[in-house]
């Protein structure tokens, strides 16, 4: 059995305390197994809680993961509520739509419960959004920890980050580009519209006057049902189903319904018309492994965006504000 000899020992152990003493450790697999050893576990026992009273919490991790980490970074900066002057970044249009924000307060008091002032609201968007993810049906993704939480709110920068509805897909893939997701990736990340749903807000300007021609039509005529009018009350809960066939599984059903015309917003729709994504739709409408495979790939990059580590950023007490 061949031994490490006593020198290279020695430069190991000097290598690790050079690194811990570094200050700037990067995201590790398993970042609270001293502080924290059951983190990880509670927030999959919260978020299988959660799903089971409310199915669609975990879609809202799963979106709640791509507008905190696209805008600069995966560090809760979304989760901030307006207060000591600063606007929180719930309020841009973009983010329009999301829901069950109350719920991270469950699950933040659970690990202040287990270990206070541990466990960031950073790492609990990536992981909540990892468990929803496997809930919904989608794959596994090994997700490493150790972000810390932003003391400011981007509110002015959401806009530039997160792209609107009716975006040209080639604007949507040089956002995704700069944050190192190539085509295959985001053609794979959107399809998280395989669940969830959509105002009529984002819908009616498909429908009326006309009819959008790149619609099927007895889709629209669908969808006219669910929206009556061309100009839905913003406050009125109407909204249509991403995916009428299977609403609660992140499976490439996505595809199928953008190849037959039966996309929602106008940006699923490009996927299919676009020549450098259509190649992609058609290998993913065919085989969910590999969409599973590129979701997760994909993820795990969105996840890893510029994280603050360490002294960059703090653990807040309550993910709303910051300490
Ligand atoms: C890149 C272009 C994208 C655009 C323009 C976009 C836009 C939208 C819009 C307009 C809605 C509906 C909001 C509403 O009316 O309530 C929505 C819903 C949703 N989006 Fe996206 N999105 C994009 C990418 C993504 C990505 C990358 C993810 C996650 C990986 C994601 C996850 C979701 C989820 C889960 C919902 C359903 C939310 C719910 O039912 O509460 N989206 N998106
Ligand atoms: C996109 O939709 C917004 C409303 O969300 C609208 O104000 C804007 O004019 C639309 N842009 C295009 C290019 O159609």
């Known amino acids: 059995m061949a031994t490490l000899a006593p020198t290279s020992s020695f430069f190991l152990l000097l290598l690790l305390i050079l690194q811990l003493y570094s200050g700037k450790s990067d995201l590790q697999i398993n970042y609270y197994s001293e502080s924290c050893p059951r983190a990880e576990e509670v927030i999959k026992e919260q978020v299988t809680n959660l ?4 199915g669609n919490t975990a879609v809202s991790w799963i979106r709640n993961l791509f507008h905190d980490c696209i805008v600069k970074s995966c560090d809760a900066s979304l989760l901030l509520d307006t207060a000591e002057g600063m606007e929180s970044e719930k309020t841009s249009s973009r983010n329009f739509g999301m829901r069950n924000f109350k719920y991270i307060n469950t699950i933040k008091e659970a690990l202040e419960k287990e270990c206070p002032m541990k466990v960031s609201c950073a790492d609990i968007v990536a992981l909540s959004a990892r468990d929803g993810v496997v809930l919904l049906g989608g794959p596994h993704v090994e997700m490493k920890t150790g972000r810390k939480d932003s003391k400011e709110s981007y509110v002015a920068q959401v806009e530039g980050f997160v792209p609107n509805h009716n975006d040209t897909i080639q604007s949507v893939l040089s956002v995704f580009q700069s944050i190192g997701v190539d085509t295959e990736g985001t053609v794979a990340l959107l399809g998280a519209h395989s669940i969830g749903r959509v105002h009529c807000t984002n819908i009616v300007h498909r429908i009326y006057p006309t009819v959008d021609p790149t619609l099927d039509p007895t889709y629209a005529e669908y969808l006219k049902g669910r929206c009556p009018s061309p100009e839905p009350n913003p406050n009125a809960i109407e909204y249509a189903r991403n995916d009428r066939i299977t609403p609660m599984l992140l499976d490439n059903m996505y595809y199928k319904n953008i190849l037959s015309h039966k996309g929602l917003l106008l940006v699923d729709q ?25 979701f ?10 510029n994280p603050l580590t360490e002294e960059q950023g703090e653990i807040r007490r309550d993910c709303r504000y910051k300490n």
């Open 51 to 54: 799903y089971n009273i409310h």
């Open 270 to 294: 490009q996927l299919v018309s676009d020549p450098d994504t259509y190649p992609f739709v058609e290998k993913m409408a065919a085989d969910n492994a590999y969409f599973h495979e590129q």
């Open 296 to 305: 997760s790939k994909a993820l795990l990059i969105l996840s890893e965006n």
